[in-house]
């Protein structure tokens, strides 16, 4: 076993924000196999673990339909796009909990980047061992007029648990940057089927990324969920997740601290991977585009 210690952070309770993936449906197409198994690991104290490794006391998630706070409707007729499925998430300004702060912002021209995406494939179920790869989705951050968003959608090989994973990422990268959701439209594109919440880190630091009109650096790879408060969580199997980074010829490699990486580092160096260890959003988005996260003006 590779990573068996989890390092213990603060309790955290859910932000007022959260509210706005409460409720969402999930509409999905061609559901199959899927890239990764998800156990859920409890931790006293302190929010659930998801990952994709088994680890003593971490039970297999089951359907996706038990995965709240999601509920999966069934498969909707394709949309005139091919590419995209319907809604992943979708909900109306009535049901929103926002700061009263926030204004109605002003229209932007959408904005397209490419994400970085590690996979990895299992055998079997349970099992450790399987094959490896990295690939690049491509995501599109629109305006929406309406103000009766967020609409968020995703390709049919978007699976259930990174379809809950990218709506979270939408909400806590909206809110990072005081970007008020309702009028956003967040669509994401990927080459081959998803599933596991490891690419949430990503898909945060991808949307504030393109709300802040900051390039992502074309020498990083990244693995780690997104909490709702904007924690990255840990998942297992870097190292498999590292041969994907190489893979698509990066040299940095962020990961949460949530786990002693000790040993990844070591591999890292052997692999000339330079490895950085982030526990927030802020510091992820630092180390992924080399500029501060902070409040759209």
Request: proline share 7%; charged share 20%; with cysteine.
């Amino acid at each position: 076993m590779d990573q068996d210690l989890l390092k213990s952070n603060g309790t955290a309770s859910l932000p007022a924000i959260f509210s706005l993936v409460v409720g969402f449906t999930i509409a999905l197409t061609g559901v199959g196999s899927v890239t990764t198994e998800t156990w859920v690991c409890p931790r006293a104290g302190q929010p659930d673990l998801y990952t994709d490794r088994e680890y003593p006391g971490c039970r297999q998630l089951g359907e996706a339909k038990t995965y709240s706070p999601l509920t999966i409707s069934p498969a909707s007729k394709a949309s005139p796009d091919r590419n995209l499925s319907p809604p992943v998430a979708n909900t109306t300004s009535s049901e929103l909990s926002l700061p009263p702060q926030w204004r109605k912002p002003l229209p932007f021209s959408d904005v397209t980047l490419s994400l970085p995406l590690l996979s990895i494939g299992q055998d079997r179920v349970a099992s450790i061992t399987g094959s490896w790869g990295g690939f690049v989705a491509q995501l599109a951050v629109g305006y929406k007029a309406d103000g009766k968003g967020p609409e968020i959608l995703g390709d049919s090989n978007l699976m259930p648990v990174s379809a809950h994973s990218f709506s979270t990422a939408v909400v806590v990268a909206s809110k990072a940057v005081g970007y008020d959701p309702r009028y956003l439209t967040v669509r994401i594109l990927v080459p081959t089927r998803l599933d596991g919440p490891s690419a949430g880190g990503i898909f945060a630091v991808g949307v504030a990324a393109a709300l802040l009109g900051d390039p992502i650096r074309h020498d990083i790879c990244m693995s780690g969920t997104i909490e709702p408060e904007g924690e990255i969580e840990a998942v297992g199997r870097l190292v498999d997740k590292m041969n994907a980074c190489r893979e698509l010829r990066k040299t940095t490699m962020i990961v949460s601290d949530a786990l002693d990486n000790s040993h990844l580092a070591f591999t890292g160096a052997e692999r000339s991977i330079q490895v950085i260890e982030v526990h927030t959003l802020r510091e992820a988005y630092s180390a992924t585009t080399g500029q501060a996260l902070r409040q759209i003006p």
